[in-house]
Nanobody, 115 residues
Framework: VQLVESGGGLVQPGGSLRISCAASRFTFSSYVMSWYRQAPGKERELVAVISSDGGSTNYADSVKGRFTISRDNAKNTVYLQMNSLKPEDTAVYYC?????????WGQGTQVTVSS
């Protein structure tokens, strides 16, 4: 099982960034996929969730209207489009794959929002 995040980096406040999570060695299309983030000194928090078929999404209130989660089951990849970024969005972003009795994590990608 492998989840590999990419696309993180440094962006100015108000800017945009898209991060990706490529999955392999498991049946990606049968898993709910999520993005979490963890800022220094804080607990890991749920950012966005997407159902296995992509038909349903949910977001944390702090990112609603700014972030969009999507997935491409043909490419075994989940995305997080982040717009209107704020300094408080700075964190390591992790993707998670979940179904009953099974959960996997990626290694994370750093997103830093700073001028």
């Amino acid at each position: 099982v492998q989840l590999v995040e990419s696309g993180g980096g440094l962006v100015q406040p108000g800017g945009s960034l898209r991060i990706s999570c490529a999955a392999s060695r498991f049946t990606f299309s049968s898993y709910v996929m999520s993005w979490y983030r963890q800022a220094p000194g804080k607990e890991r928090e749920l950012v966005a969730v997407i159902s296995s078929d992509g038909g349903s999404t949910n977001y944390a209130d702090s990112v609603k209207g700014r972030f969009t989660i999507s997935r491409d089951n043909a490419k075994n990849t989940v995305y997080l489009q982040m717009n209107s970024l704020k300094p408080e969005d700075t964190a390591v972003y992790y993707c998670n794959a979940y179904r009953i009795l099974s959960s996997f994590w990626g290694q994370g990608t750093q997103v830093t929002v700073s001028s």
